[in-house]
């Protein structure tokens, strides 16, 4: 096991999280996490254990951005993926640094591309069509930027470099725990 604390301590501090997240990414599980965030300890390390499948990349991103906010305030974030940390899961877990990263041994990582299913149905004067069509295309540019700007995160500090994720990511990359740590995507494996 990697880290910041010595193997003992974070063993310890690994197996007894304060905050434990099961299902989708969505509004439930926001509130649900503020809910165990404002319950929890205001002193030591702060183990924060997740298991998902996936679910809205945006809410992800606003639980990450929490986590940083803590961690700005000095607070030590630890990050405990379980089974499964899929899609918007490696979104959440891109919100910490490497050094403060596990995984559960068995537990694989899951990175893809956001995907999106519109439907366009043009009405009325051209502009009007071009307008939209427009609209519809700076929606995706942006989502693609703020996607990119995840992958990079998720990479920072590691040995997988941006292009190799981006590349991989249109196929569902699934990456084994002990294929994370040999990446320096994660600290350790308990």
């Not at 690994?14 to 905050?19: A, F, K, M």
């Not at 490696?90 to 299913?117: D, N, Q, W, Y």
């Not at 700076?138 to 995160?153: K, L, N, P, Q, T």
């Not at 470099?161 to 995507?185: H, M, Q, T």
Request: glycine share 8%; hydrophobic share 40%; with cysteine.
């Amino acid at each position: 096991m990697g880290g910041r604390m010595a193997e003992t301590d974070s063993s310890k501090v690994l197996t007894s999280p304060q905050l434990r997240l099961v299902g989708g990414i969505d509004e439930a599980m926001y509130d649900e996490f503020r809910r165990q965030l404002a319950a929890a300890p205001t002193d030591g390390p702060l183990v924060i254990n997740i298991t998902t499948l996936g679910g809205n990349p945006e809410v992800a991103r606003c639980m990450s951005d929490d986590v940083r906010l803590l961690r700005e305030a000095k607070r030590e974030l630890l990050f405990l993926g379980k089974a499964a940390v899929y899609s918007a899961g490696a979104t959440f877990m891109s919100g910490f640094p490497v050094e403060c990263r596990f995984l559960t041994k068995g537990t694989r990582l899951m990175i893809h591309e956001r995907h999106l299913s519109k439907t366009i149905n043009l009405s009325g004067p051209l502009k009007s069509c071009t307008d939209q069509l427009k609209a519809a295309l700076h929606e995706i540019e942006h989502s693609i930027e703020i996607e990119e700007e995840g992958f990079r995160a998720l990479c920072d500090g590691s040995d997988v470099s941006f292009e190799e994720v981006r590349n991989k990511a249109p196929d569902n990359w699934y990456i084994p725990c002990e294929e994370a740590l040999e990446k320096g995507l994660i600290a350790g494996i308990i």
